[in-house]
């Protein structure tokens, strides 16, 4: 591959090979460009004063000339992520926040770590798992271990491929977890799993059959719940079981929808799957 120009500075001016000089956008508000990498190229770029000092002008020249000519991004240019980007944003070194334990942290694409891939294949394992859900270093920023339940916040748009790549697998955690600590004790949780509470720690479990046992629990709830909704509501049911779609009202028809709305109205909280349900319709 051919490399590209070099670039001679000095402490006065900067000079780059092959731009046209001198270069004046107060005057011709363009930047004339010739060089050659693959082939000979000319670019003709256009330069709106707005109002900027001459110097401030002929400091953007010069970054833009910079930049096509080593091929990176200087701070007077834009560039659109491609396909291989892993931030939605413009620029990848944009900070973020997080609050973890009352310790403010801040990160960038760049300085937040690829997270390692986690298996819990025992009931041991499992019941680690609700622990490091809240309380894990699997993933550190500054120091500071990035609890389980925090991934979603630091990866999906700080850098989403990653997030993309892990997030069925976390969504998997989260349900299992919440499905654990809606149960009043461990005994009463492995016995709705059909697993015996003399079961060995070491025993292998299996991850897609508890979904299965929490999903049906969930849609049993939901089923109930719905139902005693249409019956303590019957004479509101419509006016209160309703949702907006643009502009037009509707009203809700499929059981959670109407479980949800049901349990919302009667202050009943402790229903983790309701939670997870109003993450994602803020997501959308």
């Known amino acids: 591959m051919p490399s ?39 670019h003709i770029i256009a330069l709106e004063s707005n109002g900027k000092p001459i110097d401030l002008l002929h400091s953007e020249a010069m970054s833009i000339a910079t930049s096509i000519f080593s091929r990176s991004p200087s701070r007077f240019t834009t560039i659109a992520p491609d396909d291989n980007s892993d931030s939605r944003s413009i620029s990848t070194a944009k900070k973020k926040a997080i609050t973890v334990d009352g310790v403010t942290l801040c990160y960038t694409a760049e300085t937040l770590p690829d997270p390692p891939t986690l298996s819990y294949k025992t009931r041991e394992a499992l019941e680690q798992l609700v622990k490091d859900w809240t309380s894990s270093s699997f993933v550190t920023i500054e120091g500071v271990g990035i ?43 492995w016995e709705a799993m059909s697993l015996p509470t003399t079961a060995s720690p070491g025993r292998r479990i299996n991850f897609t059959s508890i979904c299965n046992i929490l999903r049906d629990l969930r849609k049993e709830r939901d089923e109930t719940d719905a139902a005693l909704a249409k019956e303590e509501y019957s004479n ?27 349990r919302l109205l009667k202050g009943i909280t402790d229903v983790y799957w309701d939670k997870d349900d109003q993450d994602t319709d803020n997501e959308e």
């Open 147 to 189: 609890p389980l339940c925090l991934w979603k916040r630091v990866y999906s748009w700080t850098r989403p491929r990653v997030w993309d790549r892990i997030k069925d697998q976390w969504g998997k955690f989260k349900f299992i977890v919440g499905g654990y600590k809606s149960f009043s004790s461990p005994e009463q949780f």
């Open 4 to 42: 590209p120009p070099s670039m001679s500075t000095s402490l006065e001016t900067e000079t780059v090979p092959n731009v046209s000089t001198p270069i004046t956008p107060s005057c011709s508000r363009t930047l004339d460009l010739n060089y050659n990498i693959y082939t000979t190229s000319r």
């Open 236 to 262: 509101e049911f419509e006016a209160l079981f309703t949702y907006k779609k643009r502009g037009k009202q509707y009203m809700l028809k499929k059981a959670p929808d109407v479980a949800r709305c049901y």
